[in-house]
């Protein structure tokens, strides 16, 4: 069994690393994936913080991770058309890889198609492991389909992208996973449940992931977002936590 938790903690983590390291600890994950990990110095202090072996980021790089043991390898991956960089991890003593990934961010119609672009050049990336098993997790900022955006509960200065979008977002790029042959394990084990993540002081939009192949779907034990006590002062988002045998 591997516990996995994927976390965006927001610019870097700057003066909340401590309240991130205790949500870390509570939650006792084997390896992190870390969204807007921005500060190595910062990456480098939650790994000391939280018992990790290994910490790694880069400088200006939203993504990073920590593990409790030695990976066997790590690389950032960045296609051509993307804006955003992938990150590939194969943890020690187990049979699987993980990607993380941030896609774009603002809720538009045009940020959407770069969302598709990104995830179909990630797909691409990772197709020579779709008969293995591996995770792709992180923060996609995007509506999963069936799920609504209410756009008057987005920040002003967000809501009239929404108006230019023709008052909707066609959500695609989520679509594009599941329709590559993945499943979204929270969803699996939480069918009824909303599950937003987003933003922790009044959460109303499910923009992180964990998926798995839907041949792999049985590998799913638990996945659950994290609603600890200290989570609204840690980051803007909870974080996701998934249990994988």
């Known amino acids: 069994m591997i516990r996995l938790l994927t976390y965006n903690i927001q610019h870097g983590g700057h003066r909340r690393i401590d309240a991130i390291a205790g949500i ?23 790994a000391g913080a939280t018992g990790m072996a290994e910490g790694r980021s880069f400088a200006r790089q939203s993504l990073g991770f920590l593990s409790r043991r030695p990976v066997v390898s790590y690389k950032w991956i960045r296609p051509r058309i993307s804006r955003h960089a992938f990150i590939e991890i194969v943890p020690a003593g187990e049979p699987m890889r993980l990607f993380g990934v941030h896609l774009s961010a603002v809720h538009a119609a045009w940020t959407e198609v770069r969302r598709v672009y990104e995830l179909r050049a990630l797909l691409r990336s990772v197709a020579r492991h779709q008969d ?17 955006l209410d756009a008057k509960r987005l920040p002003l200065r967000l809501r009239p992208l929404v ?12 679509k594009t996973v599941l329709d590559a042959g993945y499943v979204d394990a ?22 992180d992931y964990v998926f798995v192949p ?32």
């Open 24 to 46: 870390i600890n509570d939650v006792r994950p084997d390896i992190v994936l870390l969204q807007e990990a921005s500060d190595p110095a910062n990456v480098e202090r939650l």
């Open 132 to 148: 293995g098993f591996h995770v792709l997790t992180g923060d996609f900022n995007t509506l999963a389909p069936g799920e609504d």
């Open 163 to 174: 108006w230019l979008s023709g008052g909707r977002v066609r959500w695609r790029t989520i």
């Open 186 to 207: 929270y969803r699996l084990k939480h069918p009824l449940e909303p599950g937003p993540t987003l933003p922790t002081s009044n959460p109303y939009l499910r923009l």
């Open 214 to 245: 839907k041949s792999e779907s049985h590998r799913v034990a638990a996945c659950d977002v994290v609603r600890h006590r200290d989570a609204a002062s840690a980051s803007d988002h909870f974080p996701v936590v998934a249990d994988l045998v």
